[in-house]
């Protein structure tokens, strides 16, 4: 992937070296998570963060735990000078007892603030899919068998959308965690949207994620599959490959819309193959246009933190689009990156440090 000779985070100006295929992700904050790893604390979420969301302002992680550890999850807020959790805001929540296996497996955040979660807690789980308010409550668990993999909330009818290991269709839930059906729409296990069989004819679903059209795009295996939405609004195509790639048995296959009105909107995903260390960030964090031509993406670090430490290629995604930011997960390392997504030379002004700070005053 295009790095920039440029590492130091300049506070304001244009990109330096950006494209019509090149967009540019700069970062602002970095934190190191480690402390939620550590089981002897209060605030432990797994022993490694495996799922972030993020609203320009607040982070919510989760974690994993190949061992009856547990996992849950916490919220904190980065600021631009902590390397520390020292801007903890409230202790975990939705602690699971779980089976040796993974744990939380993806985060995403509505409007209003609600917060889903897709868990894996083993075969016979019952609880995939699990909401919550911003303060940790809980509103709805999934009432069918399922192994929570992606969920993401629908643009179109503000409705908590999953996937699930090893399901043939997208998930779709009211907000106590039923099955969404309101007489026209029914999305189950048996009604929702067919993405299996797809043209790498693979069940092994790691996350989705949804553009503004509510068109569905998802990891089948190392794959990135799209499904596109009907006129109607209601049913879907039958979902063709932009990439692919199996790589089955491989975890932290993860995509995110990003949007922006002074880019090209596009997916970021990771293009994790295998789960050996030493993989370099930018060797396995991707981008591709919404048709699947790939996009560079030239990723600016801030001199004062350093380069990324090489990791196992699990990273996960959140896009903030009204500050224009994109929070990063670090698996291995438990570290959480933000990056401001610059805009394109001739496009508005940007956001810069001293934007997202201003944002940020006036939540």
């Not at 790095?3 to 494209?19: E, F, H, P, Y």
């Not at 909401?131 to 503000?158: C, E, K, M, Y």
């Amino acid at each position: 992937m295009k790095m920039c000779n440029v590492l130091v985070l300049a506070l304001a100006g244009a990109a330096t070296c950006a494209s019509a295929t090149t967009v540019q992700l700069r970062e602002v904050m970095r934190s190191d998570v480690s402390a939620f790893a550590s089981t002897t604390s209060a605030w432990y979420v797994g022993k490694n963060v495996a799922a972030i969301a993020w609203n320009g302002s607040e982070a919510f992680i989760g974690g994993q735990s190949f061992d009856t550890s547990g996992s849950a999850v916490a919220k904190f807020r980065p600021h631009l000078n902590d390397l520390s959790t020292d801007a903890l805001l409230s202790g975990r929540f939705g602690a699971l007892t779980q089976a040796a296996t993974r744990g939380v497996q993806d985060i995403a955040l509505s409007a209003d603030g609600t917060l889903g979660v897709a868990w894996d807690n083993g075969a016979a789980s019952n609880n995939g899919f699990r909401t919550f308010d911003s303060n940790g409550t809980q509103l709805g668990t999934a009432t069918f068998g399922t192994r929570g993999n992606g969920v993401h909330f629908d643009p179109i009818d503000g409705k908590l959308t999953g996937i699930a290991l090893g399901s043939g269709r997208a998930l779709k839930f009211n907000n106590d965690g039923t099955t969404f059906n309101d007489g026209v729409k029914n999305w189950n296990t048996t009604t929702g949207p067919l993405i299996f069989p797809n043209s790498i004819n693979s069940s092994t679903h790691r996350d989705l994620t949804m553009d503004r059209a509510g068109n569905l795009y998802y990891r089948a295996q190392n794959s990135v599959q799209m499904a596109t939405r009907n006129n109607d609004g209601l049913g879907y195509a039958a979902p063709v490959q932009l990439k692919g790639s199996l790589a089955d048995n491989v975890n932290g296959q993860n995509i995110e819309f990003i949007n922006s009105p002074t880019n090209p909107d596009i997916l970021i995903y990771t293009d994790r193959a295998s789960v050996s260390t030493g993989q370099s960030l930018t060797n396995v964090v991707k981008a591709m246009d919404l048709s699947g031509a790939a996009i560079t993406l030239d990723l600016v670090f801030r001199g004062d933190y350093g380069a990324p430490l090489a990791g196992n290629g699990y990273y996960d995604f959140s896009y903030d689009a009204r500050t224009r930011t994109l929070a990063m997960s670090d698996f291995i390392n438990n570290q959480v990156y933000i990056f401001e997504v610059v805009p394109t030379p001739g496009s508005l002004a940007v956001l810069g440090l001293a934007g997202l700070a201003a944002a940020r005053r006036r939540r």
